[in-house]
């Protein structure tokens, strides 16, 4: 028989769960039929409530105290223990922690047999499955994370010989009489790891602590003691937060006085690192509360101290805790899941044997054969084309808030699509220009890929696949993008499938969720109108989802918008200060108004059918080369070949996965809108004439959203396969044909590409200033009204990436554009003597542009600018060259205007958020073996509805 | 059964949804498709700068030039009179510096430089010449005028009897590059020796009209000078068998546009047998259509009285006789599809006592500027308003200001007299203005143009 007394100390907190009195109640009755009677019980209800006071009342305990409803249960065991006797042994139990009737008598034996022993732990078991071990000993790793050695598992007695161990889960301890007022549990710890933190003190001290597998106590996870079950998304919070608090607490307290301080100094680095890992482990749900506890856990100086305190003198003794430490291949096998917790739904992807990849072979060969020139070429030119910088460095200052590569002091943010310049060009950094030939080469075949991905979202059928490969390859839109050439619409036709594949999952998954944010961002840049549709779509979808009670999936939604915020910030800020918000949906890249249907009823079917160059779909021309009579009638006609797609879509909506059908129906309808809508649209101007918004990129949008409700419906359709079959192969073979004048154009000479040039500047301005030499070139291009467009180039051409829409698009002249109007009108006038200053404003060359008209105000008014400059003072002409007359300023410019330090810090929190947000998405977006996993559960298919359990 | 029930339930109720979420979007779409949205453009602000002008330069007519009067070389150009010049205030304090041929054998042109102020005190003079020999006499007039980078020559006289020296001043202080570009049966063409005509600074040079444009019937020239603007005009003279019948000095007409105006032209005596009205026409760049309808002077009539639609091949010129005319003062006024050039012919009559005169289309002026009336013969302001509403001018001559009312699409006349007249349109309004100088015998025109600042203001733009 054990001859000391045991006191059992109960805490209660009536503001936990619902089951809470029901718990307490059992709890209550099953101290009283210990076959070994408690000597004394003391409750301590934290926080007031009259049905537990009277559970308490009737309990026959020896004392009652009613404590505060924020006292912890470490704080409750510090208040009931100063009036147990200091002779009895103190039982540590909570509302939820049920003993079996044996169960003090096994732990006191334990405690009889075993003088070294100063605490003994039970076998606790879940309440609900009682076959189930909840905790039966605690550990903890090298790096001091506590780590549960046998929870979950079921319990065959496997681990009933155990009986070191160096600690154990707090609720149902016993702690001998003589050694526990050293050993009760820390309140600094916050509710986590008490039971661990005993157990290392008490093998500091010398002591050793016990299992008692035979002492059987059943627990639910009330949060009383121990840690709540993760079951709402606050708890989940408070688990990483008290977690990890109680971590670092600890390991602040372990520690040698010396190692202290390099302990605080290590916690910022360690919570950057461990923020990126919850990234990469799509837990960022827990980055918060982890950097929270950081804060917390190193500046509570006086707690540290106390706990120090506690432990003086014997942190000496570590070695007696070592052996129990467990070591990295443990810490393996002991958190290894077993398996995928759900059945694997989707199968393979069978790229290749699904034939997706002899698709993608097949137009790499439709594309050099459509494009056989282009692999020579140096430069993409022509259109909306330009040249990059020339070095990397270059392209990456053009996307940082500052001195644009136009006008003379202007500071302005960048256009994001200096992003996507600045990643293309940085691909082939020996020369940033080829990039973009590349990419008109490849276009074909990384659309088709793209396609036949963003099919893997609707069918698993590899016709389907193929045919929507097809259907993105051969696109309207694209062909009229790549034909006339627009790298930003181009470019966001290429990303805009792999939007729709990861975006249409990204409610499921944060890895989906962190890569179709870059997506959207990147869609953004390239076309804003487009992105301003997709971020409507997303904040529909996070309101859905919303409504639904989904607040996760809502969340994981309204981060794909952040990314795309935060590079748009600057602009943004921007455009609400000269408050021309419109401005935003401004095409970034070069101005050119290009081809452009008419303002009709017959000009805007053509825009939503692909074709708003008004070339319809290449038709024109190559019926005319065909010579087919009053080919411009005919033409038009044409539109209708992708009408069989378009039919095809209509019925997607009455699919028995129809929420999937309607929801793309409806986006192709709000894009089209949006695509006429913008298409009347003018925000940017260049060389006096508005220049409208390109409605390109959202007719594509369309089109993804009709080929893929097209490939949903012949996947769907109650029909017999013939029929689906034939419908979509006629639609494939109509749109094939559709194509076939654009993919003639290069060779029959009527698309708009150019071989280069290398710089659009003339060769000695583009040699001198590529070199390093500072300075600009101010151009002068002379109108046909006889007014003159300026604009000041710094660098050796006017670049893809240089190109901002706060300068193109602005709506008032500002001092400095009156200042260089001045300098021209002074320039081009014979009798004007006096001073310009161009070397003040930092102009190396003045080019003046060659006019199309030999006669008229145009030609007169060059012809009198070409005499003025040439007898200017101070200018010395250089000659008349293929890019016009070229005059070279012979003082040294001036070096251009600086950042201030308030401008130079926007720069650079701007790019810094950036690249913050970056990083964080793309942590989410790397697949890891778990996310995969978690992916594949899912499976591939959208609107199938959530998978049963 | 209930489980059909239900089924069957779905379905209708899916069926209806799909119905409706087409009808929706096919709406949304049809609508957007058919009223197109809200057009939203935007211009780029357009500064206009003056220049800081300091001083301008006229070039102003010295010598009259005729060929032929030296029996040992038909082709030498010689002097045949010379101008007589009349200055306003701002204008007669300046010394006139020489511009003579390369040879220094004549001076045909002085430059007067002025230092720019007000507009009010703009300067201006007209050199006015009236010659009585037995190969050339008649009467003449022509303004000081700034020298251009493009002048216009549209009545080039080749036929039988007619001589003409085309005169080029460069009053700047570089050389001055000048190319002549005929346009004639076949086309523009530049002829041998005329691609690189270089004209020294301070210096002139002549050219006959036969050596360049002999072969064509109704030539049309345009000079272009590179390096530094030069002041182009032809000096002509007519000789019938064995009678003068007149002179004329022509300088640069309206650039092409397609409207063009031609006001005052006067109708003295019906000359039957000759060609005595006709306007010579060409479209430098683009094949278009011309409308020619002249109207009586100082009314605001607005049927044609002559003239009618051309077709034009560009580059090519066209006369078309103005025939029926009585005597009278009228406007021509050409409205074509194209950018277009043009000049009216006008003869007084046939006999030794008689002359010619061509009109050049005049610019249109909507600022105030100012003109000297020549002494010599009386002359006429003609005001021609071509817009559609109803213009007002304000008209200085001889130091007494009135205002004059432009009926839309009409014109007025008010006679001036010798020394400064100033001309501004009130409220923006735009006018076509010329001075008519007519007496028996005598016929010769003097284009407005407008003031120099106004001419030297930059627009700028992105």
């Known amino acids: 028989m054990p001859a000391s007394t045991v006191h059992a100390v109960l805490v209660a907190r009536p503001d936990t769960r619902a089951l809470g009195l029901t718990h307490f109640s059992e709890t209550i009755r099953a101290i009283r039929e210990q076959s070994m009677p408690v000597d004394a019980l003391t409750i301590v209800l934290c926080g007031r409530d009259e049905r537990f006071a009277e559970a308490a009342n009737a309990s026959g305990a020896e004392g009652i105290i009613q404590a505060d409803g924020s006292t912890g249960f470490a704080e409750a065991i510090a208040l009931a223990s100063a009036r147990v006797d200091p002779d009895s042994a103190l039982w540590l139990l909570a509302q939820d922690t049920v003993p079996a009737p044996e169960a003090l008598r096994q732990l006191a034996g334990m405690l009889e047999i075993g003088p070294s022993i100063a605490v003994v732990a039970p076998k606790l078991v879940r309440r609900d499955d009682q076959d189930v071990i909840a905790s039966m000993g605690v550990s903890m790793t090298e790096g001091g994370a506590a780590i549960e050695l046998a929870a979950g598992q079921f319990d065959q007695g496997q681990h009933d010989s155990t009986e070191d161990v160096l600690g154990a889960d707090v609720r149902g301890m016993l702690l001998r009489a003589q050694r526990r007022a050293d050993l009760l549990p820390d309140p600094a710890l916050g509710g986590a790891d008490e039971g661990l933190d005993i157990g290392v003190r008490a093998r500091l001290g010398g002591a050793r602590v016990a299992i008692a597998p035979l002492a059987r106590v059943a627990v639910s996870a009330d949060g009383v003691a121990g840690l709540p079950e993760p079951n709402t998304a606050a708890d989940r919070r408070r688990i990483s937060y008290v977690t990890r608090l109680a971590q670092l607490h600890r390991r602040l307290t372990y520690a040698p006085s010396a190692a202290v301080p390099l302990h605080l100094l290590s916690l910022l680095p360690i919570a950057l690192w461990r923020a990126m890992a919850s990234l990469l482990a799509k837990l960022p749900g827990q980055v918060l509360p982890e950097a929270a506890a950081t804060l917390v856990a190193a500046t509570r100086w006086g707690a540290i101290a106390r706990s120090r305190h506690r432990l003086r003198g014997l942190r000496g003794n570590w070695s007696r805790v070592e052996p129990l430490r467990i070591g990295r291949a443990e810490r393996q096998l002991l958190t290894t899941e077993d398996g995928p917790r759900g059945a694997v739904v989707s199968g393979e992807l069978r790229f290749f044997s699904g034939g997706g990849a002899w698709l993608v072979l097949a137009m790499l060969v439709a594309s050099i054969a459509a494009f056989p020139l282009l692999l020579g070429w140096p430069v993409l030119g022509g259109g909306a084309a330009l040249p990059l910088r020339t070095t990397v460095a270059q392209l990456w200052t053009d996307t940082g808030f500052g001195l644009r590569g136009y006008g003379l002091t202007e500071i302005a943010p960048a256009d994001p699509f200096a992003y996507i310049v600045a990643l293309l060009g940085s691909l082939v950094p020996a020369s940033p220009s080829s990039a973009m030939v590349a990419l008109w080469v490849l276009a074909l075949p990384l659309a088709a890929l793209g396609g036949w991905f963003a099919a893997t979202r609707i069918t698993e059928r590899p016709s389907l696949r193929i045919v929507a490969g097809i259907a993105w390859a051969l696109a309207p839109s694209l062909m009229s993008a790549l034909l006339h050439p627009r790298p930003a619409a181009v470019i966001a036709h290429l990303l805009l499938p792999w939007l729709f594949l990861m975006g249409s999952v990204a409610h499921r998954s944060w890895s989906a969720a962190g890569a179709a944010s870059l997506l959207l961002a990147a869609v953004a840049a390239c076309s804003p109108s487009l992105g301003a549709f997709g971020c409507c779509v997303v904040v529909i979808g996070a309101v859905f989802a919303f409504a639904t009670g989904r607040l996760s999936a809502a969340a994981r939604v309204v981060w794909l918008l952040v990314p795309t915020l935060v590079v748009f910030l600057p602009l943004l800020w921007r455009r609400l200060a000269d408050g021309d918000p419109l401005a935003l949906l401004a095409d970034p890249g070069a101005p050119w108004q290009g081809g452009r249907t008419t303002d009709d009823l017959l000009g805007r079917l053509a825009t939503l059918a692909g074709a708003p160059d008004g070339t319809a779909g290449g038709w024109t021309s190559f019926l005319d080369a065909l010579g087919v009579p009053d080919a411009t009638a005919v033409a038009p006609w044409t539109l209708l070949l992708i009408v069989p797609f378009v039919v095809l879509a209509v019925l997607a909506p009455a699919s028995s996965r129809w929420r999937v059908g309607t929801a793309l129906l409806l986006s192709a309808a709000g894009a089209g809108v949006a695509a006429v809508l913008v298409s009347r649209i003018s925000v940017t101007v260049l060389d006096g004439a508005a220049i409208a918004i390109w409605p390109g990129a959202l007719v594509s949008a369309v089109w993804l959203t009709v080929v893929l409700a097209a490939a949903l419906t012949a996947e769907t359709l109650p029909a017999p396969r013939m029929i689906t079959a034939t419908a979509m192969t006629v639609a494939t073979l109509l749109l094939v044909v559709n194509a076939v004048p654009a993919l003639t154009a290069t060779a029959r000479g009527a698309d708009e590409l150019q071989n280069g040039p290398r710089s659009t500047l003339p060769a000695y301005v583009a040699a001198t200033l590529t070199d390093g030499a500072g300075g600009a070139t101010l151009v002068l291009t002379v109108l046909a009204d006889g007014s003159i467009a300026q604009r000041v180039v710094w660098g050796g051409s006017d670049t893809l990436g240089a190109q901002s829409t706060v300068l193109t698009s602005a709506l008032e002249a500002d001092p400095e554009d009156e200042r260089i109007a001045s300098v021209i009108a002074t320039l081009v006038t014979p009798d004007a003597d006096a001073d310009p200053g161009l070397a003040e404003l930092g102009i190396r060359f003045v080019l003046l542009e060659p006019v199309r008209q030999s006669t008229g105000v145009a030609a007169a008014l060059r012809a009198q600018a070409s005499s003025a400059l040439t007898q200017r003072a101070g200018l010395a002409a250089v000659g008349e060259t293929g890019k016009g007359a070229l005059w070279q300023v012979e003082a040294t410019p001036a070096a251009r205007t600086t950042l201030d330090d308030n401008q130079l810090s926007t720069a650079r929190w701007s790019w810094s958020a950036v690249a913050v947000v970056a990083l964080i998405a793309v942590l989410l977006a790397v697949p890891t073996r778990a996310s995969v996993r978690a992916a594949r559960v899912r499976g591939r298919l959208i609107g199938l509805g959530r998978p049963k359990p | ?462």
């Open chain 2, 1 to 462: 059964m209930s489980g059909k029930r239900t089924r069957a339930a779905h379905a209708i109720a899916r069926g209806v949804a799909a119905v409706v979420t087409v009808l929706v979007g096919g709406a949304m779409v049809g609508a957007a498709v058919i009223s197109g949205g809200a057009v939203i453009t935007r211009t780029a602000p357009v500064l206009v700068a003056d220049p800081p002008l300091t001083a301008t330069s006229l070039v102003c007519p010295d010598t009259f030039l005729v060929l032929g009067r030296d029996v040992n070389d038909a082709q030498r150009i010689g002097a045949a009179g010379t101008f007589t010049e009349t200055s306003n205030a701002a204008a007669a304090g300046a010394d006139p510096l020489s511009l003579p041929l390369a040879d220094g054998s004549v001076q045909p042109s002085t430059v007067i430089t002025t230092q720019v102020g007000g507009s009010a005190d703009a300067a201006a003079a007209t050199g006015t010449v009236r010659l009585t020999d037995e190969d050339a006499s008649g009467f003449a007039v022509a303004a000081c005028r700034p020298a251009l980078t493009e002048t216009w020559l549209v009545g080039v006289d080749t036929s039988v009897g007619a001589t003409g020296v085309i005169v080029l001043s460069n009053p700047g202080e570089v050389t001055a590059t000048v190319s002549l570009t005929v346009y004639g049966a076949t086309g523009p063409q530049t002829p041998p020796g005329a691609a690189a005509i270089v004209v020294p600074a301070r210096s002139s040079a002549a050219i006959a009209v036969a050596a360049i444009a002999g072969t064509e019937s109704n030539p049309v020239v345009a000079v272009r000078a590179t390096g530094a603007p030069v002041q182009a005009s032809i000096q002509s003279s007519l000789v019938r068998g064995l009678t003068p019948a007149g002179i004329d000095v022509q300088q640069a007409g309206a650039t092409a546009a397609a409207t063009q105006v031609m006001p005052g032209v006067v109708v003295q005596q019906v000359v039957n047998g000759v060609k005595a009205s006709q306007v010579r026409l060409l479209a430098p760049e683009a094949d278009g259509t011309a409308t020619v309808a002249v109207y009586r002077s100082g009314s605001a009539q607005t049927e044609s009285l002559a003239g009618g639609q051309v077709p034009l091949t560009a580059g090519i010129p066209f006369d078309l006789p103005l025939d029926g005319l009585t005597p009278g003062s009228y406007d021509v006024v050409v409205t074509a599809d194209v950018d277009v050039v043009a000049a009216t012919w006008q003869i007084t009559g046939v006999s030794s006592s008689d002359d010619i005169a061509w009109f050049p289309a005049v610019p249109p002026i909507s600022a105030a500027t100012t003109a000297v009336v020549g002494d010599g013969v009386a002359a006429t302001l003609t005001v021609r308003n071509t817009s559609a509403v109803e213009a007002s001018v304000e008209v200085t001559s001889a130091g007494a200001a009135k205002t004059l009312t432009v009926p839309a699409g009409g014109s007025v006349q008010t006679a001036v007299g010798v020394g400064d007249v100033r001309l501004a349109p009130a409220g923006g309004a735009t006018v076509e203005a010329s001075i008519t100088y007519a007496a028996t015998g005598s016929l010769a025109s003097q284009p407005l143009w407008p003031g120099t600042a106004d001419v030297a203001q930059v627009s700028v733009t992105r």
